[in-house]
């Protein structure tokens, strides 16, 4: 092996591995935390399946064929079924047990939220008043409360000319976070993606009642994964089941899409001489 084939052959490992993780991590990751990250998925599971292609196309005949049924399989009929699911939630239906379970994960989640009843109040005292989000790790005290901005990162040409509130001008775009403290306990934390404290609070309350609408309604916050691992072995764990025509349609396309793809593995399973088994020849070849 050439020096050039086994740079090539490492660089083809290091792809194959990366796109892997990045794959693993989105199906156990729950909710995507990107946005379009379903699109997104869907085509790294195209581009890792069509590289597998160029590398085994020249070994192995009909890979073209075995490779469509394998994007069929695990990317592009569960992406359909995502879709179904996100056009009408009713098109499915969701064992009781699996839903206590994410209504349980919602409510530990919401426990971080414990110290925020004073978060709307917060907002009322800070109106029109003046918070340099510029000034880092330094004390600033409004009313009964004190902030800490920590963790500046800048994002063009920030500057230190702040309006009302702590709001940056129009030249400058902040990341930071904000620890709020009352009478020297810290409440909370929060997260200034825009560099606008109001915002940051905005925010804040809006993740309180979104936790609370999932507690409430759990059936319309599927996360894809479960969606897509349910829908790959054919909805056999019986977490999530399809209802409607169309759902079952698709169901449909996937058995025979699946009896297809494991023909076509087990056909190379017969071949290959380390997962067949057979009998040992233990004879003593004749003198």
């Known amino acids: 092996m050439t020096k050039y084939d086994r740079k090539r052959r490492e660089a083809n490992f290091l792809i194959i591995t990366t796109l892997l993780i990045l794959l693993l991590k989105y199906i156990f990751g729950g909710q995507f935390p990107i946005r379009y990250g379903e699109i997104i998925y869907l085509i790294a599971i195209a581009g890792l399946l069509f590289f597998l292609f160029i590398l085994t196309r020249g070994r192995y ?10 994007f069929l399989l695990i990317g592009l009929l569960p992406y359909f079924h995502y879709l179904n699911y996100s056009y009408n939630k009713e098109n499915y239906s ?12 919602y409510k530990d989640e919401l426990k971080k ?19 340099n989000l510029l000034l880092e790790n330094k004390k600033q005290k409004i009313s ?15 500057t230190p000319n702040q309006g009302p509130i702590g709001r940056p001008n129009d030249r400058g775009n ?16 929060l997260k200034l993606g825009t560099g606008n404290l109001i915002d940051g609070i905005d925010q804040y309350i809006k993740e309180i009642n979104l936790l ?9 916050f599927i996360p894809y994964n479960d969606i897509w691992l349910d829908s790959v072995t054919g909805f056999v764990f019986g977490f999530i089941k399809p209802l409607s025509k169309l759902s079952q349609i698709i169901r449909l396309l996937q058995l025979i899409n699946a009896y297809f793809l ?13 997962l067949n088994i ?9 003198p």
């Not at 969701?94 to 994960?105: A, C, D, Q, R």
């Not at 978060?119 to 800070?126: G, P, R, V």
């Not at 990341?175 to 810290?186: A, L, M, N, P, S």
């Open 144 to 158: 009964d409360y004190t902030f800490v901005v920590k963790s500046i990162s800048e994002k063009g040409a920030a």
């Open 94 to 105: 969701f064992n009781n047990e699996y839903l206590h379970k994410n209504i349980h994960s």
């Open 278 to 286: 057979s009998e040992i020849d233990n004879k003593i070849p004749a």
């Open 212 to 220: 609370n609408t999932k507690i409430q309604n759990p059936k319309q």
């Open 61 to 70: 005949s009909n890979m073209s064929t075995f490779f469509i049924l394998t």
């Open 113 to 131: 939220y414990k110290d925020s009843v004073f978060i709307s109040e917060l907002k009322f005292k800070l109106y029109n008043r003046k918070l």
């Open 174 to 189: 902040l990341e930071k976070e904000v620890d709020i403290f009352k009478i020297d306990k810290k409440i909370i934390t």
């Open 262 to 274: 494991f023909h076509m593995i087990s056909s190379w399973l017969k071949i290959s001489k380390k």
